[in-house]
């Protein structure tokens, strides 16, 4: 199991490949859509090349990689994207091209991924949002994710200051459990009374 392709009603997530790569540049090279992304924009074809190596192919020689293309049904091209990572944080993260901003795509294949990472063990998943971008927590509320904590971090490899919001959801009916490492980690962190 490496990374099965899932289909919801309207959505199909599966690997990006080597084809993608014309609409892998369409979603990372926008400066709007790549403004709370912690990745500087796509110029180029060759960036977007180097970008599915390093990003995509790498991980799919992994055990497990949940990297997926989020693409309409009917025409299988990507339009976005969303990952749980690898490590202890199984930080839920996604993107869109901005002509589908605003349709439910993030909340559909969120939900579909969620399912999955349940399925496969999986005990929890994290996600974060800049607070300058409160449609991302949404998405994660509409998860089912619950907001735990904020906290500042200097942002790599765009440098600069970023106050973000940790959103978490138990899959295994642990309760009262807290993913602490950004709070760790952080001179900066606080719990908000609302969000």
Not at 21 to 46: C, G, H, M, Q
Not at 166 to 188: I, K
């Amino acid at each position: 199991m490496n990374t099965p392709t899932l289909e919801t009603q309207r959505l199909l997530l599966r690997k990006f490949t080597a084809a993608d790569l014309d609409a892998l540049y369409e979603i990372f090279r926008d400066e709007e859509v790549n403004t709370f992304l912690p990745w500087l924009p796509l110029k180029s074809l060759d960036d977007a090349r180097s970008f599915y190596e390093a990003r995509y192919a790498r991980a799919y020689r992994l055990p497990c990689a949940y990297r997926y293309a989020i693409c309409l049904k009917a025409e299988n091209i990507p339009i976005g994207y969303i990952h749980v990572a690898s490590d202890d944080s199984h930080d839920l993260g996604y993107g869109l091209r901005r002509e589908f901003w605003h349709r439910g795509i993030a909340t559909e294949a969120g939900r579909a991924v969620i399912e999955q990472v349940r399925r496969d063990g999986i005990p929890y998943l994290t996600a974060t949002h800049d607070v300058r971008n409160p449609r991302s927590g949404r998405v994660m509320q509409r998860l089912g994710m619950r907001y735990q904590y904020s906290y500042e971090e200097q942002w790599q490899p765009k440098n600069r200051l970023v106050l973000f919001r940790m959103y978490q959801l138990d899959l295994d009916g642990t309760e009262g459990r807290v993913f602490r490492r950004y709070w760790e980690r952080s001179a900066v962190h606080f719990v908000e009374s609302s969000p």
